[in-house]
């Protein structure tokens, strides 16, 4: 547990550029607000982008530049500062089923994933798995969500599986809104508690503290 969302922010983005030095080369980005900061002080570490591949957990099914899109907030934040060899950008807009389907195909030739980062909804999701939806039993590597109950409705998402498979799972919990969803996590209660082995960078107010 660190004292601060800055803090947090600080420690994941350190985490995140000590692994691609390390070797990690598919990077998932995670929506949201919560990875922002991160991301912003990412762009400013010594990485060899070139050697990255970004992909992304979950997406919005809105076009590229709307500002509910995960892409904009991560190529505002990121993307726009660093040069990573390719964006494997979910493409949402087509829609759940078509932009799952396409990202499959994305997922299984980047694979292995190497480094995901999530955030966690106040009910314990990640990316776009919600507590007691369907598609977190999906098998593949990707799932189109037509009824999320945090808008818009319509996602694309990876599936429990592949964030399961993954190398490494880091999870972001800032502020007192998530203390419910780092306790059902650690009851296991919840779909961010099924990812075994994921890492938790949380600060205070998140512990309940
Ligand atoms: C999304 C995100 C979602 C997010 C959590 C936490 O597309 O909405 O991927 O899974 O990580 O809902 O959101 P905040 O970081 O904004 O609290």
């Known amino acids: 547990m660190l004292a601060t969302a800055e803090e947090v922010a600080e ?3 350190a985490e995140i550029a000590e692994a691609l030095r390390g070797g990690a080369t ?8 919560t990875p922002k900061r991160c991301y912003e002080l990412l762009a400013g570490l010594d990485v060899e982008w070139g050697r990255v591949a970004v992909l992304f957990g979950d997406e919005r099914c809105v076009p590229p530049d709307h500002p509910e899109s995960n892409y904009r907030m991560a190529k505002e934040t990121l993307l726009d500062r660093v040069a990573p060899a390719t964006v494997y950008r979910m493409p949402g807009e087509l829609g759940p089923d078509e932009g799952a389907d396409l990202y499959a ?3 299984a030739n980047a694979s292995p ?3 995901v980062v999530l955030g966690v909804g106040e009910d314990g999701h990640v990316a776009s798995l919600f507590p007691g939806h369907p598609a977190l039993h999906a098998s593949g590597l990707t799932a189109g969500i037509h009824d999320s109950p945090k808008p818009p409705p319509e996602r694309v998402t990876l599936t429990m599986e592949a964030l399961q498979d993954a190398g490494r799972v880091l999870i972001l919990a800032t502020g007192a809104g998530k203390a419910e969803a780092v306790a059902l996590a ?3 209660e919840s779909p961010s508690g099924m990812i075994a082995g994921a890492r938790w960078l949380i600060d205070r107010a998140a512990a309940g503290q």
């Open 11 to 13: 420690a994941a983005a």
């Open 26 to 33: 598919t990077l998932v980005l995670a929506g949201g607000t």
């Open 105 to 107: 195909e994305v997922v």
């Open 186 to 188: 650690r009851r296991g």
């Open 113 to 115: 994933l190497d480094f």
